[in-house]
């Protein structure tokens, strides 16, 4: 009987706030070490949080946004343990009751949509950063991240490959994103995930897990998953037994190695935060909260499917961020007549350009207006498709006007018959035994012929006259 | 004037007949002259107390006075305050010094109070003698062989030697009321997230408030009306917090239609027979006010001791764990490494006593031993407010003895912690239920102070008041001075 991996995670997701959860310090990234500071989130004595309530109300949207239930009464913890970049010996989370229970993602899989639970989200705070390398004998700490907010994203152990597991932390990266409720930059560390991965026969139990720690990279947890379901069934092939244990992903070495087992695992003495009163919202303001949604990937996916007649995915590539897709529609709006056609120029022409210059759309040189009155030019056989490809270069690197290019390059396409039967008669003339041969029955010729004209014309002979011409004059 | 009440003093720097600097300097001088018998104060600063008073005197020539102008008040060592030293008498903040002043003290500064300086107390607030101080014990100015009472001992000690007309302590299982009605004053301990905790050093965050020690009902009631207010620094302070007339309040002379509960398990075999006497004959005074004493029973106040010492512990023990030696206060020399940083320099900067309690409260959370321990503890604090809740269906306020012996001699308890927390016994449910309670003067046992308590429903300060206040009107126990330290030095 064949292996089959299960995979739970857990995101944490930095909230982006001003100010952090439970003082007023700036969130500000990349500041000087420690300048973000103030004696609640130094853990000086006497001092005391207060929660920063942005923070609720964005993460109540994310649990909206994954179907979720909202407890209209959560409370805060406090998890327990020495380390010196956190300030106060425990850090503040919610364990007993988070804010949110229960939601689920929908990913695509090759045999169609699955369902993936989400058991709870809760809110937490951010420890600081240690320092180590280049010093010697002692250790720096900021202190500049202590009190971030964080959103702890648990999932139920729903996934059976890693392949799963990246379809769904894409998916919650871009519902995420959507949402606004993070940078979820995964190289600063705003998206981070730890994974715990077992291994059993299909039908069996649970097999032991492990969990691997604080991963930022898609390409990482997906090679640290593989590596460790690996890992495990080696061990259990081999008659031996898998240990419990955090691990940590090497993604130098490409190989994983043990942090701490579970006999050496935290006793976080989790208990109540009496500092902080239960965390009470009504519904008329989770209500608010949800009249206040943003439309999500799969909404506008289907949207862009149903209602612009993309194929699945093309919907995918335009949906995959809100400004990308808000560009598409911009871009329909002003060239209604042709939605896919849009989409092909968008996501072929425009977003590889865009690529090569290391840009996204929200840096585009080039407006959806402008891209439009491309398109219309095309429509109206001012210019032919291959022709719109060169003007697009040119917009993209003058920012000049579509039409002021066409008039300077003298692009103009020529639907003129006489133009094009001179052309056409000059080609004819200059390659007599092609136009024999082609007589002669080698119909494969007419390609090379229309190729010959469009050279001829610079490209501007409309290529549909070409063809009717050459016909009938070919005879 | 050094025994004079806060309102007294008032009058006459109203009045014009003395300045804050006369007053001020009265005060120095008795401290200056009887600290060294008390241990009252740990940290003085006369310059700093000078030109606060200069200031106040100035303020006053151009303003109104505020409502504490120049009024000399001391305050416990859990206090952050920005001028001078914080140590919560404890080695484990040497060196610390404040950047930043507790709500509370910048309500008192905004009044125009003078600060007078820092009171010794239990380290960390962890003591029912005042023994338990890194800065050594204090002697009660009743009998210097005796034990001022704990954790606010040095401000009991200091109010009752008359080295300041009043002082600040914090109440966490009777922390005011005690040494308050061992040393002969009255202590009022607010309903819970009436007083900001703001800046004032945690030692158990679900029980811990501020209040006043002082001579009478009336300057507590001052006091607290300037102490109390919603802050929003403070996520337990209460908004919106049913408020009153403070010192309307106090001007109740009789008890007529008050119906006083007397609950049976706060006379109990094995407490002092003179205390119990004189709480009996306190009774008796308000019952000729014009009250009705009503038998009752708070049948769970049994459990109420230990339930506390598994809940404060636990919020101790993870509120103690900021002292890590790596931001401020003591770090051991040399450490090794990291751990060897964190237990040297925590078994160097804690007593035995905080050891205790953080080690109890790490047991009582850890895993496997929570449910036993302060999930039952929480459920026994539930029942304990219910009986509360119950008894308060029939009964306005509830009157008990402070504590059930009068003050004891130094030493004597301090190797049977057990017994020592038995000191606390009548206290530690006000706490445990969030209520507020008021300790004050109502007799001698073995001619030491006698503490009457009253307990009232929360956020009903004013009958506590009311009550106090009337039995206060037709007795003179809070006359009466510690003749040691009475008529020498200090008169102006």
Same mark, same amino acid.
């Given at each position: 009987m064949s292996w089959e991996m299960v995979i739970g995670l857990e995101v944490h997701c930095q909230i982006n706030?001003?100010?952090?959860a439970f003082c007023g310090c700036s969130t500000e990234?990349?500041?000087?070490?420690? +300048?973000?500071?103030?004696p609640v989130c130094l853990g000086m004595p006497g001092q005391l949080p207060v929660l920063n309530d942005v923070a609720a109300k964005k993460t109540i949207l994310t649990g909206l946004a994954i179907n979720a239930d909202i407890n209209l009464e959560s409370k805060f913890d406090r998890k327990n343990y020495f380390y010196p970049d956190l300030p106060k010996g425990y850090q503040i989370s919610q364990f007993a009751v988070p804010i949110v229970e229960g939601g689920y993602i929908d990913i695509p899989t090759p045999n169609g949509e699955k369902r993936l639970g989400v058991t709870r989200i809760h809110m937490e705070e951010d420890a600081g950063k240690s320092m180590h390398e280049g010093l010697d004998a002692v250790s720096h700490i900021d202190?500049?991240? +202590?009190g971030i907010p964080l959103m702890e994203i648990v999932s139920e152990p729903?996934?059976?490959?890693a392949d799963e597991a990246i379809a769904y932390l894409k998916q919650l990266h871009q519902i995420i994103k959507f949402l606004g409720v993070?940078?979820?930059?995964m190289e600063k560390g705003q998206f981070r995930c730890d994974a715990n991965v077992s291994v059993r026969r299909k039908g069996e139990p649970f097999g032991t897990r492990t969990e691997m720690k604080n991963m930022n990279s898609f390409r990482f947890i997906k090679q640290a998953i593989e590596f460790e379901a690996l890992r495990q069934i080696e061990i259990l092939e081999d008659g031996g037994e898998v240990k419990q244990e955090s691990r940590l992903w090497d993604s130098v070495k490409n190989e994983s190695r043990s942090m701490r087992s579970k006999e050496e695992a935290?006793?976080?003495?989790?208990?109540?935060?009496?500092d902080l009163p239960p965390l009470r919202v009504t519904q008329e303001e989770v209500d608010a909260i949800q009249a206040g949604m943003p439309e999500l990937p799969n909404q506008l996916r289907k949207r862009f499917e149903t209602e612009?007649?993309? +194929?699945a995915y093309d919907a995918d590539v335009l949906t995959q961020t809100q400004s990308l897709a808000q560009w598409y529609e911009a871009l329909v709006a002003a060239h209604p007549a042709n939605p896919k056609q849009c989409a092909n120029w968008l996501a072929n022409e425009l977003l590889g350009r865009l690529k090569e210059l290391n840009k996204d759309i929200t840096e585009s040189p080039i407006s959806a207006k402008g891209l439009a009155s491309l398109l219309d030019r095309i429509a109206d056989n001012t210019i032919s498709g291959k022709i719109a490809k060169d003007v697009l270069d040119a917009m993209m690197e003058s920012g000049k006007d579509v039409d002021v290019i066409i008039e300077e390059k003298g692009l103009k396409q020529v639907s003129d018959t006489g133009a094009i039967d001179a052309m056409i008669q000059e080609v004819l003339d200059a390659n007599p035994g092609q136009v024999e041969a082609y007589k002669g029955?080698?119909?494969?010729l007419f390609g090379f012929f229309v190729g010959q004209v469009m050279k001829a014309s610079k490209g501007k002979a409309n290529p549909a006259m070409v063809n009717q011409r050459l016909k009938e004059l070919l005879g | 004037m050094p025994f004079s009440t806060l309102t007294d003093i008032q009058a006459k720097l109203n009045a014009g007949e003395i300045t804050a600097v006369q007053v001020a300097q009265t005060y120095l001088d008795r401290i200056a002259k009887y600290n060294d018998d008390l241990?009252?104060?740990?940290?003085?600063d006369p310059e700093n107390v000078l030109a606060q008073a200069e200031a106040s005197d100035a303020y006053r020539a151009e303003h109104e006075?505020?409502?504490?102008?120049?009024l000399p008040i001391a305050v416990k060592d859990i206090f952050c305050t920005q001028n001078g030293p914080t140590r919560?008498?404890?080695?484990?903040?040497?060196g610390f010094e404040a950047p930043y002043d507790a709500h509370v003290i910048t309500r008192l500064k905004e009044a125009g109070a003078v600060l007078v300086g820092k009171t010794n107390m239990d380290e960390f607030a962890m003591?029912?003698?005042?023994?338990?101080s890194a800065f050594g014990g204090v002697q009660n100015p009743?009998?210097?062989?005796c034990i001022p009472g704990g954790s606010s001992g040095g401000s009991a000690a200091a109010v009752a030697a008359a080295l300041t007309p009043a002082a600040l302590g914090t109440d966490t299982g009777g922390s005011i009321r005690q040494p308050a009605s061992l040393t002969g004053l009255v202590g009022l301990k607010p309903?819970?997230?009436?007083?900001?905790?703001?800046?004032i050093i945690a030692f158990a965050s679900s029980l811990d408030q501020a209040g006043p020690m002082t001579r009478t009902v009336k300057d507590a009631a001052l006091l607290t009306s300037i102490m109390s207010g919603h802050d929003?620094?403070?996520?337990?302070?209460?908004?919106?917090a049913p408020s009153f007339d403070w010192l309307e309040a106090c001007e109740s002379k009789d008890m007529k239609g008050l119906k006083i509960g007397k609950p049976?398990?706060?006379? /109990?075999?094995?407490?002092d027979e003179e205390v119990r006497a004189q709480v009996e004959a306190a009774l008796a005074q308000c019952e000729e006010l014009g009250a009705e004493i009503v038998d009752i029973s708070l049948p769970h106040t049994e459990y109420a001791v230990a339930a506390y010492y598994v809940i404060a512990p636990s919020e101790a023990s993870t509120n103690l764990?900021?002292?890590?030696?790596?931001?401020f206060g003591h770090r051991c020399d040399n450490p090794e490494d990291l751990e060897d940083m964190y237990a040297r320099s925590r078994d160097e900067g804690f007593g035995a006593e905080v050891k205790r309690r953080i080690l109890t409260g790490t047991f009582a959370l850890s895993s496997g031993y929570y449910d036993a321990y302060y999930l039952k503890a929480q459920q026994v604090r539930t029942l304990i407010s219910q009986d509360f809740k119950a008894a308060f269906e029939q009964v306005d306020v509830i009157a008990t003895?402070?504590?059930? /012996?009068?003050a004891f001699k130094?030493?004597?308890?301090?190797?049977d912690p057990l017994t020592m927390y038995l000191s606390d016994i009548f206290t530690i449910a006000v706490n445990l239920a969030g209520l507020p309670g008021l300790s004050q003067p109502c007799g001698f046992a073995q001619d030491l102070p006698v503490g009457l308590q009253w307990i009232a429903p929360a956020w009903q300060e004013d009958k506590i008041l009311a009550a106090a206040s009337a039995y206060e009107s037709a007795t003179d126990?809070?006359?009466?001075?510690?003749s040691a330290f009475a008529g020498k030095g200090g008169e102006s």
């Open positions: 706030t001003k100010t952090k990234f990349g500041a000087e070490p420690n +300048s973000q500071t103030c202190l500049n991240r +202590s729903d996934m059976r490959s993070s940078g979820a930059d935290h006793d976080y003495r989790y208990f109540p935060e009496p612009f007649g993309l +194929s029955g080698q119909d494969r | 241990n009252a104060f740990v940290h003085i006075p505020r409502p504490l102008e120049g919560c008498c404890s080695n484990i903040l040497e003591g029912s003698s005042n023994e338990t009743w009998n210097t062989d309903t819970y997230g009436r007083v900001s905790r703001r800046g929003a620094g403070d996520a337990t302070s209460v908004a919106d049976k398990e706060y006379f /109990i075999d094995g407490m764990s900021r002292y890590d030696a790596v931001r003895p402070t504590s059930p /012996i009068p130094s030493g004597e308890k301090t190797d126990w809070h006359t009466k001075t510690a």
